[in-house]
């Protein structure tokens, strides 16, 4: 019998019309979803009436889900990989189980689609043909590190591209803005029905949600440059 694939299927990180035919095909055809939590992705298949079953895998899924997964590729069975929103794989579960998979000699095709940080290079209006992302910032312990890093990044002229949350974005707004007040464009509620790209120094755009709080919220994508 011969093994089955993995496909890593992009969904809509906010507006379903972003879905591609492929993305729903696949996710029709395939034995298995794998999803971070079932409960998101069963609305997504219900919209699209895909009645493909679902099994849960996340970042902190113990190795033996991972045995379980693989196990199942090696039945023969086709099993489709989501995440919440977006691309699995770019700051989402998926890069350890795509490892173990390819380590079994097991074939992995992309379906590609929505991601957030596509997204933001395509309306950043500068040269993004070479950047650094570092995906969310940590809480706490490497913080002050991670902005270090991104003065770093600027300084050599090199765009960072990072993610935020709601409950940080003024926090690191306040990081960038003591970066000798670096410049920043922020996408947030991104292809959702209050998306909203906010553009200029950090101290100008931390100034403006600081005097719009009810603005904060969903998460953000940020890009920092000189």
């Known amino acids: 019998m011969n093994d089955g694939i993995l496909y890593i299927v992009a969904t809509p990180i906010g507006n ?17 979803v794998a999803c971070e939590d079932t409960r998101v992705t069963k609305r997504l298949l219900s919209h699209y009436e895909v009645g493909t079953p679902t099994i849960s ?5 113990k190795l033996s889900k991972v045995d379980k997964i693989i196990e199942e590729l090696g039945s023969g069975k086709n099993i489709a990989l ?22 079994n000699g097991i074939k992995v095709v992309p379906i590609p689609g929505a991601s957030a940080l596509g997204a933001m290079i395509s309306v950043a209006g500068i040269d993004m043909q070479k950047f650094l992302f570092l995906a969310f910032p940590p809480h706490k312990k490497g913080r002050e590190t991670f902005f270090r890093k991104i003065e770093e990044m600027t300084e050599s002229e090199l765009p960072v591209i990072f993610y935020e949350s709601p409950h940080r ?29 906010v553009r200029g120094t950090a101290g100008e755009v931390l100034e403006y949600f600081e005097r ?5 919220k969903g998460e953000f994508a940020i890009i920092a440059f000189k």
């Open 16 to 32: 379903l019309g972003d879905m591609t035919f492929r993305a729903v095909e696949t996710l029709r055809a395939a034995d298995l």
């Open 57 to 61: 895998y996340f970042q902190h899924s």
């Open 82 to 103: 989501v995440t919440d929103a977006g691309t699995p794989g770019i700051s989402d579960p998926g890069e350890k189980l795509v490892e173990e998979v390819i380590k």
């Open 169 to 197: 974005i003024i926090k690191s707004l306040k990081s960038l803005k003591s970066l000798k007040d670096l410049n920043v464009i922020v996408g947030r509620e991104m292809t959702k029905m209050f998306e909203e790209i």
């Open 212 to 216: 719009h709080p009810e603005k904060v």
